[in-house]
Antibody, heavy 122, light 107 residues
Framework: QIQLVQSGAEMKKPGASVRVSCKASPYFTRYGFSWLRQAPGQGLEWMGW????????HVAETFQGRLTLTRDTFTSTAYMELRRLTSDDTAVYFCARQIAAAAGPVYFYDLWGRGTLVTVSS | EIVMTQSPATLSVSTGERATLSCRASESVTTKLAWYQQKLGQAPRLLIYGASTRATGVPDRFSGGGSGTEFTLTIDSLQSEDFAVYYCQQYNRWPPLFGQGTKVDIK
């Protein structure tokens, strides 16, 4: 069964960085992958997108300078790294797949990872 | 950016009844509108895309309608497994933003 497998929960201190992975197979390079987050009791916040084939990225203005998206086509894995963490970054982080990478960063998501809880606390 | 506004925030419905959820865009998104269902502690699940096309495996009691700036998600004969939070998302223009969600709970 096709699924997106995300890395496990993380506990970080303010000012640190976190890296979350999302393994997607098969056909990784056919898809685009967005990262979204959901703070406790809140809605969905879109963070950015990476093209699984080309590696092209688009990052929401809110996260520019602090968020890096990468991918490894050999391991079919997308990565999200968020730096300079604060308590406001405490959230569940989701990766989500869009069917057509060539459609660009604005699309809908047919498959989601189960989410990775990132807790930022001193 | 296009702001998505959902109403109501909470909808109390009895099992077997119909639920109608609304989503409004601050400018036209044509029919590039998706709906997702999220149950507590789970990831969102795609229900509808293209404003009215059901995703694979979605029961036909779920239907979407609308275009431009006004959209609806209708759930006919609500089942116990349908109690959840529902989000709309526009994908007409960057960034692809979501509404704040409508919680459907048991009346």
């Amino acid at each position: 069964q096709i699924q997106l497998v995300q890395s496990g929960a993380e506990m970080k201190k303010p000012g640190a960085s976190v890296r979350v992975s999302c393994k997607a197979s098969p056909y990784f390079t056919r898809y685009g992958f967005s990262w979204l987050r959901q703070a406790p009791g809140q809605g969905l916040e879109w963070m950015g997108w990476i093209n699984g084939y080309s590696g092209e990225t688009h990052v929401a203005e809110t996260f520019q300078g602090r968020l890096t998206l990468t991918r490894d086509t050999f391991t079919s894995t997308a990565y999200m790294e968020l730096r300079r963490l604060t308590s406001d970054d405490t959230a569940v982080y989701f990766c989500a797949r869009q069917i057509a990478a060539a459609a660009g960063p604005v699309y809908f998501y047919d498959l989601w990872g189960r989410g990775t809880l990132v807790t930022v606390s001193s | 950016e296009i702001v998505m506004t959902q109403s109501p925030a909470t909808l109390s419905v009895s099992t077997g009844e119909r639920a109608t959820l609304s989503c409004r865009a601050s400018e036209s998104v044509t029919t590039k509108l998706a709906w997702y269902q999220q149950k507590l502690g789970q990831a969102p699940r795609l229900l509808i895309y293209g404003a009215s096309t059901r995703a694979t495996g979605v029961p036909d009691r779920f239907s979407g309608g609308g275009s431009g700036t006004e959209f609806t998600l209708t759930i006919d004969s609500l089942q116990s497994e349908d109690f959840a939070v529902y989000y709309c998302q526009q994908y007409n223009r960057w960034p692809p933003l979501f509404g704040q969600g409508t919680k459907v709970d048991i009346k």
